[in-house]
Nanobody, 120 residues
């Protein structure tokens, strides 16, 4: 079973909005931190936003005030609402989830990625 299933990418004009969703499979629960990363062509993958199981959030500086990460623990789903999109937000967006293991270790899961293109 695929651990993380993403949806919601697409083509949007500059200034537009999109919402990404990522649902975690039951077989990887419980999950602590969930987040979104992105990778543009020719660039390294970078952190966009994270949210803990308790609701604490963190954002990349360039998306603060424009993107909002949220989480529905009952549905094991994390969302990324992206407003005021810019061409430089164009990238493949990846969902990530961290599962805490015994002894202080953790394991990370990645989604398959969803393309977000911001262009007129």
């Amino acid at each position: 079973q695929v651990p993380l299933v993403e949806s919601g990418g697409g083509l949007v004009q500059p200034g537009g909005s999109l919402t990404l969703s990522c649902a975690a499979s039951r077989n990887i629960l419980p999950i602590n931190t969930m987040g979104w990363y992105r990778q543009a062509p020719g660039k390294q993958r970078e952190l966009v936003a994270t949210i803990t199981s308790g609701g604490s959030t963190d954002y990349k500086n360039s998306v603060k005030g424009r993107f909002t990460i949220s989480r529905d623990n009952a549905k094991n789903t994390v969302y990324l609402r992206m407003n005021s999109l810019k061409p430089e937000d164009t990238a493949v967006y990846y969902c990530h989830a961290t599962k805490d293991l015994n002894g202080g270790a953790s394991y990370g899961y990645w989604g398959q990625g969803t393309q977000v293109t911001v262009s007129s």
